[in-house]
């Protein structure tokens, strides 16, 4: 199952639970939490995409020091 279907489908549980609650401010947070999720999945898509097409290699040690 793709990861931007699983986005999907815990999004709209999400708004229908907000729904099912009546709860208004709920139903905008699901849908904002959703929109912004997918959009940072895009972009971890697209930079990884970028990394491998120049054969750049980022090791979990690299990333985390600061």
């Known amino acids: 199952m793709s990861t931007r ?3 999907l489908i ?4 999400a708004f229908a639970v907000a729904v ?4 208004l401010s709920a139903m905008y947070i699901a849908l904002l939490a959703s929109f912004i ?3 940072l999945h ?3 898509f ?3 995409k970028l990394l491998d097409h120049y054969s750049i290699r980022v090791w979990d040690s690299d990333i985390s020091k600061d």
């Open 37 to 39: 999720i997918y959009l």
């Open 20 to 23: 099912h609650a009546n709860d």
């Open 46 to 48: 697209k930079l990884n």
């Open 42 to 44: 895009t972009l971890e």
């Open 5 to 7: 279907l699983l986005i």
């Open 10 to 13: 815990f999004g709209g549980g």
